[in-house]
């Protein structure tokens, strides 16, 4: 088995398919809902933690510590501060770590670049939706469901997250 866990020896393995299913079913319920269930995550990370197991059992694992390691360490300094500051979910910290599990820090970097690239993308048209209706609430003649605020959306980001993950995984199985 090579690293990352959801690459393998064969990408399009059962491996690849368990991270590509489970970052769908969290990408559906952060985009459906805002909310990733701790179960959900556990559940990635458990999956996760099974193949690390089994790849330090085959005397392979001192490099996939190591860079589960340093993808804990990228996750202290990039998402917990986020979490803190109120700019993030806990749920998507938690993913960060599950994710970090499955690939390690080389491929947790680029999941995060492509997720906030998205989020990036998200927020701005977002603003320009927001601007655009506070400008017709102030018009008079605006129909009543424009005058008033609508619930603030936040951004899905452990959806962009998982999005990321699946354009990785994607590129393994294009790699093969």
């Known amino acids: 088995m090579s690293?990352?866990?959801?690459?393998g020896n064969s990408p399009g393995g059962l491996a690849w398919w368990a991270f590509v299913a489970w970052l769908a079913a969290v990408a559906w319920s952060d985009f459906r809902s805002r909310r990733i269930g701790n179960v959900l995550i556990a559940t990635g990370a458990a999956m996760a933690l099974l193949l690390v197991l089994m790849q330090v059992g085959d005397g392979s694992?001192?490099?996939?510590l190591k860079s589960i390691g340093m993808a804990f360490l990228l996750v202290a300094a990039l998402f917990l501060p986020a979490w803190w500051l109120g700019y993030m979910g806990a749920a998507d910290v938690k993913l960060a770590l599950a994710l970090a599990l499955w690939g390690g820090y080389h491929a947790l970097t680029l999941m995060w670049v492509m997720a906030s690239v998205l989020a990036m993308v998200h927020s701005v048209v977002l603003l320009a939706r927001r601007r655009r209706m506070r400008a017709a609430a102030a018009n008079a003649e605006a129909p009543p469901a424009l005058r008033v605020a609508g619930p603030q959306r936040l951004v899905p980001y452990g959806a962009y997250l998982?999005?990321?993950g699946v354009v990785l995984a994607l590129a393994a199985l294009g790699g093969r």
């Not at 690293?3 to 690459?7: D, F, H, V």
């Open 162 to 164: 998982a999005i990321g």
């Open 61 to 64: 694992g001192s490099d996939v």
């Open 3 to 7: 690293w990352p866990l959801w690459a």
